[in-house]
């Protein structure tokens, strides 16, 4: 769809360069947005006793979980979460969050995945923004893209299977990249993670960015005939929650650290 790039460029000209061209005009892939050395001092920070353990990964919510209502308490993010490698000064830079209402991320979901883990295929809804900047620490990992539209079928019923939704690409993040998600990318695709300790059948025509990736990395694919080993990765997903309550500030006496 290379007729809908002008509309999407003007407020994310720094962003364009990094587009996924096959994918709908919202996906962007920086490949080394962090370095090894600086992927290994943020995972050093990562505080060991805030896990939820979830059936297929464990979570962290920073600065904290939302209310029932999908509101944040006003809290600034730990700064080791923007100031570390100057990720907020390079989300900045690449615009990434210019069109989102506080112009910033507010809020980060860290997820750990270990081999054979996942996320089944869902939306992020409308308590954020419709922007998610990813970054992949440690270990690669493969998006699923789903359309939120499921399969035609004689029965009804099935229409509603996991299954007979329709997988569109994959998008492949290399360790220190960095996803950015907009827009209709956002509100009408769904993503997910599968649960598995390999994956298979990696390569150009199966996954979006496959001409982004380094050559090492495109090589190693190559070499295992478009299988994988799956290690630990763990994600940051920065977002920008539109609600935010500074009833948490004033009250609780949050906000001070
Ligand atoms: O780990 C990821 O990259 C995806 C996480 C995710 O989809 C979520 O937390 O909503
Ligand atoms: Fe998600």
């Not at 587009?19 to 962090?34: D, E, Q, V």
């Not at 920070?45 to 029932?68: D, F, G, V």
């Not at 507010?106 to 081999?115: A, C, R, S, T």
Request: negative net charge.
């Amino acid at each position: 769809m290379e007729s809908s790039s002008h509309a999407a460029s003007n407020c994310h000209d720094a962003l364009e360069t990094f587009r996924i061209p096959s994918l709908l005009p919202s996906f962007y892939y920086i490949p080394a947005f962090l370095t090894t050395e600086e992927q290994s001092l943020i995972t050093q920070k990562i505080p060991p006793n805030r896990w939820t353990h979830l059936s297929h990964r464990r979570l962290q919510t920073h600065p904290s979980p939302l209310t029932a209502t999908s509101t944040l308490l006003a809290a600034p993010l730990p700064s080791w979460l923007t100031t570390t490698a100057s990720v907020a000064s390079r989300f900045e830079e690449l615009g990434v969050f210019n069109n989102s209402p506080h112009r910033a991320p507010n809020h980060v979901l860290i997820n750990e995945y270990k081999p054979g883990e996942g996320i089944m295929p869902h939306e992020d809804g409308s308590a954020y923004a419709p922007v998610v900047a990813t970054i992949t620490l440690d270990a690669y990992g493969v998006l699923d893209i789903y359309s939120k539209g499921v399969a035609r079928s004689e029965n009804a019923r099935e229409d509603k299977s996991p299954s007979s939704r329709i997988q569109i690409t994959r998008i492949f993040q290399e360790p220190g990249s960095l996803l950015v998600t907009i827009g209709s990318s956002y509100r009408d695709l769904l993503h997910g993670i599968s649960a598995v300790n390999f994956d298979e059948t990696l390569g150009p025509s199966t996954v979006a960015n496959w001409e982004m990736l380094s050559e090492e990395t495109r090589r190693t694919i190559e070499e295992g005939v478009g299988r994988l080993e799956r290690g630990t990765r763990i994600s940051l997903t920065y977002r920008d929650v539109i609600k935010v309550s500074e009833i948490g500030r004033k009250i609780l006496g949050l906000g001070s650290k």
